[in-house]
């Protein structure tokens, strides 16, 4: 089965400075893999997506997140973070390659907070 | 109207209640899903269900049941309401994934927090 770690629970940064949220995946054939952001109080809103191709992702919101096989990583950047982006980040995969992006498995979570 | 609605967004109930929580849905979706969140835990599967005549067991469904009464809409019951079924829980949405990248991922309702008291 697959599995998802996010090894770290709560990451501050300073606003204006880069970020780096880690995810490693376990998952025997090519995963298809997922951030969500959740701010608080809301519903989980997808960043951005990998399924295939070019392993460097685009998303909303000024994040982007690297694919590499090597290290089994999905690992979620943004140059430089705005207060707006402190929330809680969500790195998942998809079941493939039967299910595609359905049945998703979701990592614990990693809260992010903005200091001025 | 969100595209997937979770009612109620709040509820307390005593030990041992039935209790009902209902998602419904206006992307068109024929995948449906319910999790819940933990501190700590990250989100886990409760359900899920491919279709209308297609429901599943998800890593931790013991103590819920779940209807699916029409493809638009997506019910989780308690049958009797323990204190460790506090959490948040979410139900989520998803389209048939028709091929490498035409997949987008699932949308999700804004939660339920659900007490037991």
């Known amino acids: 089965a697959q599995s998802v770690t996010q090894p770290d629970i709560h990451i501050t940064v300073s606003e204006g400075a880069s970020l780096e949220l880690r995810c490693n995946y376990s998952?025997?054939?090519?995963?298809?893999l997922f951030w969500y952001v959740q701010s608080p109080g809301q519903g989980l809103q997808l960043l951005l997506k990998y399924f295939s191709g070019d392993t460097l992702v685009q998303g909303i919101k000024g994040f982007e997140a690297e694919f590499k096989r090597s290290q089994s990583s999905f690992n979620l950047r943004k140059p430089s973070v705005h207060w707006s982006d402190a929330a809680e980040y969500f790195c998942a995969v998809g079941e493939t390659p039967n299910f595609g992006n359905e049945k998703l498995t979701f990592g614990t979570g990693t809260r992010l907070t903005i200091i001025p | 109207d969100a595209d997937v609605t979770q009612t109620p967004r709040n509820r307390i109930t005593k030990t041992g209640k039935r209790i009902m929580l209902e998602c419904s849905q206006t992307k068109g979706h024929d995948r449906m899903y319910w999790y819940r969140q933990d501190p700590g835990l990250g989100l886990r599967l409760i359900y899920y269900?491919?279709?209308?005549?297609?429901?599943n067991k998800g890593e931790i469904s013991d103590g819920y049941s779940v209807s699916r009464q029409a493809q638009a809409k997506f019910s989780l019951s308690l049958e009797s309401a323990i204190p460790n079924q506090t959490a948040l829980y979410f139900c989520?949405?998803?389209?048939?994934?028709?091929?490498?990248?035409?997949?987008?991922?699932?949308?999700f309702g804004s939660g339920t927090r659900l007490t037991v008291v």
């Open positions: 269900s491919f279709d209308v005549k297609d429901i």
């Open positions: 998952y025997g054939a090519t995963p298809y």
């Open positions: 989520a949405t998803s389209v048939r994934d028709l091929g490498p990248g035409r997949g987008a991922g699932y949308t």
